[in-house]
């Protein structure tokens, strides 16, 4: 037996523990500026101190956790300021991608936003038709469109942090979906951005897209998920 058949189970676990806890404090299971104890967690996640300490670790220097002394581990707080500084940064990012993304299409990424946008609008939003129960199917698609829409920009750096924004802003909209379920056509803003696209006008397309970003910012704002 080889010393890395020796570590990959306690690797497989530490990865596994990292995966859950990360998607829990993006969704908001473990509130913002909340604490994280070591042992809380053990026992929430079935799995060992070190896992999750060593998880903890991760995705403090990631800055989705925050390591305080004598306090341990805190979920990262957020702030109506935190989120209109991110509101502008990834629009400022995002605009710039999609102008390149435009500037250079091709039928063929063309057919790709087309296809994003169809399979985005044929799933519901929430799973159930009352209130928001949030559908990962939706959200992965939500995810696929908005990163079609700038993957033909030619920079993988550009994309790897319009990746990272979005994760952040995911946070943000799953601590207001509840309140903010059915108060907006997302769809239609969707289809203004594409349409746009489609007709090769960049302004206007950044605009659709300015639009529907700093219309989430508000909503999370005005309902005070922050």
Excluded at 9 to 24: G, V
Excluded at 45 to 74: C, K, M, S
Excluded at 87 to 111: D, G, Y
Excluded at 185 to 198: G, M, N, Q, T
Aim: with cysteine; charged share 25%.
């Amino acid at each position: 037996m080889t010393l890395d058949n020796l570590t990959e189970p306690a690797a497989s676990l530490t990865l596994t523990t990292y995966e859950r806890l990360r998607s829990d404090v993006l969704s908001g299971r473990w509130v913002p500026g909340g604490k994280l104890g070591i042992e809380a967690l053990r026992e929430h996640y079935g799995t060992g101190a070190t896992p999750v300490r060593e998880a903890l670790n991760r995705l403090a220097a990631e800055g989705w956790v925050q390591h305080l002394d004598q306090r341990g581990f805190i979920a990262a707080p957020v702030s109506d300021e935190a989120l209109r500084e991110l509101a502008k940064t990834r629009v400022w990012l995002e605009t710039t991608a999609l102008t390149q993304s435009v500037q250079a299409s091709t039928p063929a990424w063309e057919e790709r936003v087309l296809l994003a946008l169809h399979r985005l609008s044929k799933t519901p939003r929430s799973l159930s038709k009352d209130k928001y129960i949030e559908n990962p199917a939706w959200e992965k698609l939500h995810r696929e469109f908005h990163m079609v829409l700038i993957d033909n920009c030619g920079s993988r750096w550009l994309i790897g942090f319009c990746e990272q924004l979005y994760d952040q802003a995911y946070r943000y909209r799953q601590l207001a979906a509840k309140t903010s379920y059915k108060r907006r056509h997302e769809l239609d803003e969707h289809k203004a951005v594409v349409d746009a696209v489609l007709a090769g006008d960049v302004g206007l397309a950044c605009k659709a897209l300015t639009g529907h970003y700093d219309k989430t910012a508000q909503i999370i704002l005005k309902n005070g998920a922050t």
